[in-house]
């Protein structure tokens, strides 16, 4: 489901920050001990949560300097919400939000299909099973590598449609929609561990 119409309402979704909020915000995490030298990705998670809708954003800087924004998702879609025993019978995995997480990616595969960041270190997640169309952070917290990679939305390297509907394409994994932006984000980072900070739309 492409179309202006749906990238410029989803774009809305989340707010618009200057670099300096955004730096702020993560510094004032408990979890911080200083920005990467190098490449980092920041997520923002919408509050309104739209369900299977790729309406969150993320942020690539290099140190405290801005590169670029993209749009994505940081929680899981449809498939695997009314489906997480497939991943986890003990629910689907929902990241908690305003953390850093250090040196969490590096160059790799996702599922041997395609070009990603794939998880190296643990990163924090409560396990949502109510089955409803929102991702809760409840319950108990979990140190895990999940495979929680960062990929875009089709296996197709040189395509450059812009894909609305998460559906199966994250179970915990941080999505990229953009290939164009997403495929930019790998070339900067080539084979460096990356950081990345997840916040909550403030």
């Not at 923002?44 to 949560?49: L, M």
């Not at 939000?97 to 395609?114: C, V």
Request: proline share 2%; aromatic share 14%; glycine share 8%.
């Amino acid at each position: 489901m492409g179309g202006l119409g749906w990238e410029l309402k989803t774009k809305k979704m989340v707010k618009n920050y200057t670099d300096k909020q955004l730096l702020d915000k993560a510094e004032s995490l408990p979890s911080f001990k200083g920005f990467p030298n190098g490449y980092w990705l920041l997520g923002v998670q919408s509050n309104e949560d739209k369900f299977d809708i790729f309406d969150d954003k993320f942020y690539l800087f290099k140190g405290k300097q801005f590169v670029l924004a993209t749009t994505g998702t940081t929680n899981a879609g449809k498939t695997a919400i009314f489906g997480f025993e497939k991943y986890n019978k003990k629910g689907v995995g929902v990241i908690k939000t305003n953390e850093w997480y250090d040196e969490l990616w590096q160059s790799g595969l996702h599922h041997g299909k395609m070009k990603a960041l794939r998880q190296i270190n643990p990163i924090k997640l409560f396990r949502d099973n109510n089955k409803n169309t929102k991702i809760e952070e409840i319950g108990e917290v979990y140190n895990e590598i999940v495979m929680c990679n960062f990929h875009t939305n089709d296996y197709n390297p040189l395509t450059k449609l812009v894909k609305w509907i998460i559906g199966g394409w994250s179970a915990c994994c941080q999505v990229c929609n953009n290939p164009m932006d997403y495929y930019s984000i790998l070339e900067l980072v080539g084979k460096q561990k990356v950081s990345y900070c997840l916040l909550k739309e403030f």
